[in-house]
């Protein structure tokens, strides 16, 4: 059973291009979770997902970032315009189920780098 | 707002010794907590979880135990090993805020030295 997938590994973009993450959660599980880690600073949650649902966003900026796990592929955390205070480390993670008793599975993360 | 957080923020010791890094949290109202490890470059490996109902947990080498009315939680690693080198991070879903967010501690920077 491969673990959470993320692609790519590695972004550079320049100023005011778009970004686009991809997550595969792990086989069966059906909710997503991103979270951002800034340099030198912990995780911080964004965005909880499942299959067509945004559950929770609220650690999400109001602008220019968005988010979707379609019914089918991967999910998929998009900024828009980047600056380059979005250079950052961003963390899918999955879980089987919502609850407190599940813990989630990290991939890899994308290293963002905008110039 | 619950806040997490970890010292000391690095920690360095010779290979073999026994160690505990610290975790605190500002609200007792948790479902868990957990212990995660992260290497450099790479993602978070989960270690410990441990049920707001439990005191301790242990695997391995490593016994974490938490003490809700205090809002603390310690991570014992016995014996260390140049392995053990990484970053380590304790995290809770709080229970007001919704299960499924976790707030992190900016973590604990573990150097074993051979």
């Known amino acids: 059973n491969a673990g959470v997938m993320q692609n790519p590994r590695h972004l550079v973009r320049r100023r005011g291009q778009e970004a686009r993450l991809r997550c595969s959660p792990m086989?069966?599980?059906?909710?997503v979770y991103w979270y951002r880690q800034l340099p030198e600073e912990g995780l911080k949650f964004m965005v909880y997902?499942?299959?067509?649902?945004?559950?929770?966003e609220s650690g999400m900026p109001k602008e220019r970032f968005s988010a979707e796990f379609p019914k089918e592929g991967p999910s998929i955390l998009r900024i828009q315009q980047v600056v380059r205070g979005d250079s950052a480390a961003y963390f899918c993670?999955?879980?089987?189920?919502?609850?407190?008793?599940?813990?989630?599975?990290f991939g890899p993360g994308t290293r963002l780098l905008v110039l | 707002k619950q806040e997490v957080t970890q010292i000391p923020a690095a920690l360095s010791v010779p290979e073999g010794e026994n160690l505990v890094l610290n975790c605190s949290f500002t609200?007792?109202?948790?479902?868990?907590l957990q212990w995660f490890r992260q290497d450099p470059g790479k993602g978070l490996t989960s270690l410990l979880l441990?049920?707001?109902?439990?005191r301790e947990q242990t695997s391995g080498r490593l016994n974490a135990s938490l003490d809700k009315s205090s809002g603390r939680s310690t991570l014992y690693i016995a014996a260390s090993q140049p392995g053990d080198s990484a970053t380590y991070l304790c995290?809770?879903?709080?229970?007001?805020?919704?299960?499924?967010?976790?707030?992190f501690g900016q973590g604990t920077r573990l150097t074993i030295n051979p």
């Open positions: 993670a999955s879980s089987p189920y919502s609850g407190w008793q599940e813990t989630q599975y």
């Open positions: 086989k069966g599980h059906s909710h």
């Open positions: 997902l499942q299959k067509e649902n945004i559950i929770d």
């Open positions: 609200d007792s109202a948790i479902y868990n």
């Open positions: 441990i049920q707001s109902s439990q």
């Open positions: 995290a809770v879903p709080p229970l007001i805020q919704g299960a499924q967010k976790l707030v």
